[in-house]
């Protein structure tokens, strides 16, 4: 897709550092939650999912938490790297929604060398 | 497997005109859900279909409408183009839809003068 971020967060990190993204969802009835990533001129891409009956995943890099207490959600990359750089996406999908996905605003991830 | 394709990559259109939009989901995959994408209001979610059905709708107007063939392949339509119709359009394929993962094509660039 297009650069969507022109009024969009942004979290600056240094290349090798690690990198947490967080986001906020609406509704409390929502049972499974997915990260994707954008890059310039390219769909979203999933990253990771989590189940509401989990509270943490872990995939190559990142990990994804989930607390249903406080409707948060957050995503951390590990030793960011330049390739990292992109417009992250949290999403939604409340109990019987049926493949309705519901998006965050997102947030832009600048890595720096 | 190939991934999501949609054509075409970009169009430009003038108000009052209508425009058709395809996708291609992944091989096997049923379910083919339709996102707008624009800076303002972020991935807005606008219909589902599975099985030639469609089986979720999000909040537009009837201007914007779809349809699956047997092949799961997918059109959108959008009747009445209006300038504020100008964005990202981005098709999502999953196995049965519901809480499976949803892949996302490139989108479809569509902008309105």
């Known amino acids: 897709g297009e650069n969507v971020g022109l009024h969009l967060p942004t979290l600056s990190v240094q290349e090798g550092d690690n990198s947490i993204i967080n986001c906020a969802y609406s509704?409390?009835?929502?049972?499974?939650f997915i990260w994707y990533k954008q890059e310039s001129g390219k769909g979203p891409q999933f990253i990771i999912d989590?189940?509401?009956?989990?509270d943490k995943r872990q995939g190559q890099r990142v990990t994804v938490l989930l607390n249903k207490t406080v409707k948060h959600l957050s995503l951390q990359i590990a030793a960011t790297q330049p390739g990292d750089s992109a417009v992250y996406f949290c999403a939604e999908n409340p109990t019987g929604a049926n493949s309705k996905l519901t998006f965050g605003k997102g947030i832009t991830l600048s890595v720096r060398p | 497997k190939a991934g999501v394709t949609q054509t075409p990559r970009y169009l430009i259109k003038t108000r009052g005109q209508q425009v058709t939009l395809s996708c291609s989901p992944i091989s096997g995959h049923r379910s083919v859900s339709w996102y707008q994408q624009t800076p303002g209001q972020g991935l807005q979610f606008l219909f589902e279909?599975?099985?030639?059905?469609?089986?979720n709708k999000g909040n537009f107007p009837g201007r914007f409408s779809g349809r699956q063939f047997s092949n799961s392949r997918s059109e959108m339509n959008v009747s009445t183009l209006e300038l504020g119709d100008s964005a990202l359009y981005l098709c999502?394929?999953?196995?049965?839809?519901?809480?499976?993962?949803?892949?996302f094509g490139p989108g479809t660039r569509l902008t309105v003068l």
């Open positions: 279909y599975f099985s030639e059905t469609q089986r």
């Open positions: 989590i189940r509401s009956n989990m």
């Open positions: 999502a394929s999953s196995l049965v839809g519901g809480i499976d993962t949803q892949y």
């Open positions: 509704n409390s009835a929502s049972d499974y």
